[in-house]
């Protein structure tokens, strides 16, 4: 069998030295790497070792493409089962989502035919900045797959999200991108089906599906040290993701900022606002599943200011003007080919809950509402059980009290019967 054929960019930033474990990791899976290297990222790592590692050319420069001895810089992007671009910075995110053809890395990213992933790395301001969230936006859109970035320290001392993936979990994301398919063609775009012969059945009832869950509460900057939040601690849409794996689904969990250590065996994008949230979720559709758990702050602040704003003595204090954010359950249960079949929200009221969670599944368009009680008295926001209706196409169910896990567990065994019959999403 001919080994599966990964065409790596490596672009600028500190976290380019991580792209030659990535190489030596692709390489021990048995790919074959081609490596592209940016000018910015040849100052941190050189062509030599990428070449060493990946035992192939490196390709650096656009113009020497051009000679009959050398590949056309179309076939190189399209000789690729997946192009991988870690990391990827925020100026050639920036360049990607403009259709800029200025480098060897964007021209290929711009004539390839094959589907893309990318690991952003860059420094936490520049990953919240709108112009990089409205730059993922886009890409997502065009289905460009993105992993990472994580929260950490960085380089620059800050902490926030904006490290590269781990080799491993980059690792992790291109198999499962070109699982999707396995064999020739594995990456071509709109050709990534959330299920593959390769996952089939292992006897558990989700074997094969494609799970997307999102979780947690967002952040919605002010400034750069202040945001908009809530109280939502991501247990329950957590406990939903591990459920789903234990029943043997892939599962992609959208988390927004948590607490929470990632559940095994859950692909986990962090995540900060809510356009994120859907830039992310997108980007991993599709999916026979989705539960939307998250709690999706409903404003944002119109502006968000470039430094800290300043409290100055006598004036008044600022006002704070929002503007709505997108509704994620509501897009991705709009009606077209990227829907996943079974669309699941959740509705947290404080009174009159039925009435309220049956409207809501109407109108967000979603299949099932997960309708609960949070009202103080109850501890459900924060706590470890829920008291849960199950409001679906056929009416209402009520759930006892229970522990979000079982609340999550019996969730899953219903998604998993509710696909039973359905065909895989793809
Ligand atoms: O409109 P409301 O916030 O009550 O709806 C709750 C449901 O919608 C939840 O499933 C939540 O995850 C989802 N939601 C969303 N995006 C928003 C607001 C809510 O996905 N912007």
């Known amino acids: 069998m001919t080994p599966r054929r990964v065409l790596l960019i490596v672009s600028g930033g500190i976290a380019a030295y991580k792209s030659l474990e990535l190489v030596r990791l692709l390489a021990k899976a048995g ?47 399209r000789s690729a089962d997946l192009v991988v671009v870690a990391p990827a910075s925020a100026d050639l995110l920036a360049r990607m989502a403009a259709g800029l053809a200025s480098d060897l890395a964007t021209t290929l990213l ?22 990089t969230v409205g730059n993922l936006a886009t890409l997502a859109a065009r289905g460009v797959a993105v992993v990472g970035p994580d929260e950490g320290v960085m380089a620059c001392n800050e902490f926030g999200p904006g490290r590269l993936a781990e080799p491993p979990a980059i690792l992790a994301a291109i198999l499962a991108r070109l699982d999707a398919r396995p064999g020739d063609g594995a990456g071509r775009l709109a050709a990534a089906p959330a299920h593959g012969p390769d996952h089939g059945p292992d006897g558990r009832a989700l074997a094969g599906r494609h799970a997307l869950v999102t979780a947690g509460p967002t952040h919605e900057a002010i400034d750069p040290v202040r945001y908009l939040a809530n109280r939502s601690s991501g247990r329950q849409g957590t406990a939903i993701a591990e459920a789903l794996a234990a029943l ?17 065996g859950v692909d986990v994008r962090r995540v900060e606002s809510a356009r994120q949230m859907l830039a ?9 599943v989705v539960v939307c758990a998250a709690a999706v702050g409903d404003w944002r602040a119109a502006e968000v200011a470039a ?12 006002t704070l003007v929002l503007v709505a954010n997108p509704d994620i359950l509501a897009t991705l249960a709009r009606p ?7 669309v699941v929200g959740f509705a ?9 969670a049956v409207a809501k599944r109407l109108r967000k368009g979603c299949d099932w509402i997960v309708a609960n009680d949070v009202g103080a008295h109850t501890g459900t926001m924060g706590g470890d059980s ?15 009290r229970m522990p979000k896990h079982e609340v999550a567990r019996r969730l899953a065994l219903r998604i998993a019967d509710a696909l039973a019959e359905a065909p895989p999403a793809g």
């Open 348 to 356: 947290a009221e404080t009174q009159d809950l039925e009435r309220h």
């Open 248 to 264: 043997g689904a892939r599962v992609t969990l959208v988390s927004g900022p948590t607490a929470l250590p990632d559940p095994p």
């Open 386 to 400: 829920n008291t849960v209706l199950l409001v679906t196409a056929h009416g209402t169910e009520a759930w006892d």
């Open 110 to 131: 711009l004539a390839t035919d094959t589907a893309v992933l990318v690991a952003p790395a860059m420094n936490v301001r520049m990953w919240t900045h709108p112009a």
């Open 336 to 342: 077209g080919a990227s829907r996943p079949p079974l």
């Open 31 to 77: 790919m074959a790497v081609t490596c592209v290297l940016t000018e910015g990222g040849a100052r941190f790592v050189t062509a030599l070792s990428l070449q060493a590692l990946s035992g192939e050319a490196v390709h650096t420069d656009l113009w020497s493409l051009t000679g009959e001895s050398e590949m056309g810089h179309i076939a190189l992007s």
């Open 307 to 318: 430094h800290k704003m300043k409290k100055t003595p006598d004036a008044a204090p600022p």
């Open 280 to 288: 992310a979720c997108e980007a991993a559709l599709p999916a026979d």
